[in-house]
């Protein structure tokens, strides 16, 4: 992924797990808060970077640096099944 592809039609989050317990995490959508570009993990800065306009976020998704006006949104319609697959629920834009 780069930052100069389209990124309005496409889906994509990050899995953060909070603790042990499988069902205990947060979902963050990948799409930048400000203008959509697909933000990415940086080890290093232990922070979600997006290649614009370096915007950066937080594990969680909030707001760290750079122009995003909101943290990162989060699909908090999801399921865990008894296969362990994880279900995620969400209506497109
Ligand atoms: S689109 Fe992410 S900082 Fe501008």
């Not at 979600?48 to 949104?73: I, T």
Request: net charge neutral; glycine share 12%; proline share 6%.
């Amino acid at each position: 992924m780069n930052g100069w592809e389209r990124t309005s039609t496409s889906h994509g989050g990050f899995v953060v797990r909070k603790s042990e317990d499988p069902v205990d995490m947060i979902i963050l959508n990948s799409r930048c808060t400000h203008l959509g570009c697909t933000v990415n993990w940086k080890g290093d800065a232990q922070a979600f970077v997006c290649p614009c306009h370096d915007g950066k976020f937080g594990a969680d998704g909030k707001v760290l640096g750079g122009p995003p006006p909101r943290p990162l949104d989060r699909f908090t319609d999801f399921r865990v099944t008894q296969d362990g697959i994880l279900e995620i629920f969400y209506k497109a834009a």
